[in-house]
């Protein structure tokens, strides 16, 4: 069954110098328009297209790919905006729209917003809503501390950036665990951190625990700047979290933890303002 909104495999069954026609099931045949249609196209042929709906409201395919699809989640740009709403570019002939119902705040023109693709029940239209959270799985989530998930930033906030889990459920991903800039639609692997005791889900970048490797990683360079400044470094447990991330890109857990294995080999000694190198006394 063609699905409109969604890549299909579509038989063609008839030819005319405008187009192909592809079966569609239980909708009526739809037209690929010529100027989408492969070199050699013969009736019989199975084609990989997308099935949209044209001004009139009628199924149309083409074998361009959107950039999402009905059901999913995008970030995509605004490429215009009039009185029906605003309209993104997701690369296909149709602009698609978002009505002002479904505009979290007002669009403006060359902007990216995360949004949500869906058909509307009354008139079948294929349009995006940038009130992301309605879309969301409401229902009790199963994840564990420590597992692996794929995520999309979703928006910047005081704390950091929410994230979309699998395209089921938000989580927020704190500035501490961000080594690297991250953008809106950015896709990423990650994990979960911690499930909060509401069910809320905090999320890293890395695998949570210790490290074991990259913790010696952190020690030898630690050691390295050690050396470089004359063995002693204006950093300890009472640095701030930002100046430690300007410094070695980690989080101020994992320079403490690192700090903390450089101490218990002797190969520092903590002072009062920073950490000096240990002096080795044998003769």
């Known amino acids: 069954m063609a699905i409109i909104g969604s890549m299909n ?70 490429t215009d905006t009039n009185r029906m709403g605003a309209f993104l570019d997701w690369n296909m002939p149709k602009d698609l729209l978002v009505p002002f119902s479904e505009q979290k705040e007002k669009m403006v023109t060359g902007q990216f917003y995360v949004v949500y693709i869906f058909q509307e029940k009354q ?67 990650g994990f979960i951190k911690r499930v909060r005791p509401d069910n809320k889900l905090d999320l890293s970048l890395r695998k949570p625990g210790y490290n074991k490797d990259a913790i010696h990683s952190l020690e030898t360079i630690i050691l390295a700047k050690l050396k470089e400044s004359g063995g002693f470094l204006p950093l300890n447990d009472h640095t701030p979290p930002d100046t430690i991330k300007k410094i070695f890109g980690i989080s101020k857990r994992t320079f403490k933890m690192a700090l903390g294995g450089l101490y218990k080999k002797r190969l520092i000694v903590l002072v009062k303002n920073g950490i000096r190198q240990q002096v080795n006394e044998q003769a």
């Open 9 to 78: 495999r579509l038989k063609v069954v008839k030819i005319k110098d405008f187009g192909a026609f592809l079966a569609g099931e239980l909708l009526d045949d739809i037209l690929l328009p010529r100027r989408f249609m492969p070199e050699q196209c013969r009736i019989g042929d199975e084609l990989e297209v997308f099935i949209y709906l044209d001004s009139d409201s009628l199924p149309i395919a083409t074998t361009l790919k959107p950039k999402a699809q009905v059901n999913q989640f995008a970030c995509l740009k605004v």
């Open 123 to 189: 008139n079948y239209r294929l349009v995006a809503s940038s009130k992301i959270g309605k879309f969301l799985n409401n229902t009790p989530h199963s994840y564990k501390n420590g597992q692996p998930v794929q995520l999309m930033i979703a928006d910047e906030t005081d704390i950091g950036y929410t994230a979309i889990i699998e395209e089921q459920y938000m989580g927020v991903l704190f500035h501490q665990e961000i080594q690297s800039p991250v953008r809106k639609g950015m896709k990423l692997n």
